[in-house]
């Protein structure tokens, strides 16, 4: 049984996911404030973290970055904060997904079902031998690592399969709506943001000049494309 843990200092919020989850047939535990829903994050396993932005004690985002550097389990942000630059901060450090509030628990189950979905194909179809060597830039499918000229790069869960999937799509043009689509594996109405946001953040990883990219490339008004 999948392990969830709802971390949300609104407690009838919190409830309405938790009921409307073990429904669904998860195992389901909450956090009312940030603190403790850091400490628990840290110290348990669980397959996917609900995540309010903001909380007392540790915020959102802390939790968040705290959560990335330490594996790649899935996170869904939730926050009744509608500014573009809380949602791309937050996919910016490694958020799966941004949920505004109010929304349907019908949809919140949808989305936690098809990131446990994607992130267990994922693993499940790593081999040993699944290495992607494109000049000085090698990705290690199986262990989920990344290499730059011999230097090994940090990557989030999401701008990691974001990169193994345009590197496997060799000089084949994808349109943002396309990525969000294959990686995140949902509509992308709303959710382009996403998209620019992890380019940006793997060209700074990879790239030696940013504005002058040897890997992917920018094909404007249409989308993205992986030289080789």
């Given at each position: 049984m999948k392990k969830i843990l709802i971390i949300e200092d609104e407690e009838s919020i919190a409830d309405l996911e938790k009921d409307y989850l073990e429904l669904s047939g998860f195992q389901v535990e909450i956090a009312n404030d940030g603190d403790k829903g850091l400490e628990m994050a840290m110290s348990g396993n669980y397959d996917l973290y609900i995540l309010d932005l903001m909380?007392?004690?540790?915020?959102?985002?802390?939790?968040?970055?705290a959560i990335r550097e330490a594996r790649n389990t899935p996170v869904i942000m939730v926050s009744a904060k509608k500014d573009d630059i809380d949602k791309?901060?937050?996919?910016?450090?490694?958020?799966?997904?941004?949920?505004?509030?109010p929304f349907s628990p019908s949809e919140m189950v949808?989305?936690?079902?098809?990131?446990?979905?994607?992130?267990?194909?994922?693993?499940?179809?790593?081999?040993?031998?699944?290495i992607i060597q494109i000049r000085g830039l090698r990705i290690d499918k199986s262990?989920?690592?990344?290499?730059?000229?011999?230097?090994?790069?940090s990557f989030t869960s999401k701008e990691f399969d974001v990169l193994t999937f345009l590197a496997q799509n060799p000089n084949r043009v994808f349109t943002k709506e396309e990525l969000f689509n294959k990686i995140w594996a949902m509509e992308s109405v709303g959710q382009i943001a996403t998209v620019t946001v992890h380019i940006k953040?793997?060209?700074?990883?990879?790239?030696?000049?940013?504005?002058?990219?040897?890997?992917?490339?920018t094909i404007w008004g249409v989308g993205y494309r992986f030289k080789v």
């Open positions: 909380l007392p004690g540790a915020d959102g985002f802390e939790i968040c970055r791309i901060r937050g996919l910016g450090l490694g958020a799966d997904d941004y949920i505004t509030k949808a989305r936690v079902k098809a990131h446990l979905a994607r992130y267990d194909r994922l693993i499940s179809s790593s081999t040993a031998s699944d262990a989920r690592r990344v290499w730059v000229n011999g230097e090994e790069k953040k793997i060209r700074e990883k990879i790239e030696l000049d940013t504005t002058r990219p040897q890997y992917i490339e």
